[in-house]
Structure formats: structure tokens, C-alpha cells
């Protein structure tokens, strides 16, 4: 089965895009030891939560994804499964605020 050029750059930007988050939450967080051990819980809860909102941003672009090619495919089936999954993006990715909000702190 032949791809054409549209499948091919959309294909193409969400692999550089994932890419992207992937690198950038890698390369920004990283844990450091401290005299205090609360200290050390909050930075690995930090990095941890940002390595969760990396897979959360990979599934919101995936949705989207979905969604742009249920729409051009006029697959209702798609479609749901693409919001879904964008849904699913959007609460992966705000799940610390989310947290947050629920305990009050």
C-alpha cells in the first residue's frame, strides 16, 4: 500500500515531535541529592511527573493525529478513538494540577 505525500509529512512531524518532548524532558530535569531527604522526595517527584507529562504529551499529539486523519478518512470509529485519546493526552499531561487541585495543596 502506497503512502502519499500528506501521510508521509504527517508521519514525519509527529515522529520529530515526539522526538522533541522526549529530548526536552529528559534533558531539563535531573534529581540532586540534598541534606534535607524531603528535598530528594520532591525532586524525584518532579522528575517523575515530568517524565509522566512527556507520555502525556506523545498521547495529545498522537490524538490529534487521529483525529486529523479520522476527519479525512470520514471514519466515525477513528474519530472516537482519537478523542479519546486526546482526552487521555490532556489528563496525562495536567495530572500533577490535576493532583494538586484534589488534595488541596
Not at 502506497?2 to 515531535?17: A, P, Q, S, V
Request: with cysteine; aromatic share 8%.
Amino acid at each position: 500500500m502506497k503512502m502519499n505525500k500528506w501521510n508521509k509529512k504527517l508521519k514525519i512531524t509527529f515522529m520529530l515531535y515526539s522526538l522533541m518532548v522526549v529530548l526536552m524532558s529528559l534533558s531539563v530535569n535531573t534529581c540532586y541529592g540534598a541534606n534535607d531527604p524531603i528535598v530528594v522526595v520532591n525532586n524525584l517527584s518532579n522528575f517523575i511527573f515530568s517524565l509522566i507529562r512527556a507520555i502525556g504529551m506523545i498521547l495529545l499529539g498522537f490524538g490529534v493525529v487521529q483525529v486529523g486523519l479520522s476527519l479525512k478518512s470520514h471514519d466515525p470509529s477513528q474519530r472516537a478513538n482519537g478523542f479519546l485519546t486526546l482526552a487521555g493526552g490532556i489528563i496525562i499531561t495536567f495530572a500533577k494540577e490535576i493532583l494538586n487541585l484534589i488534595v488541596g495543596g
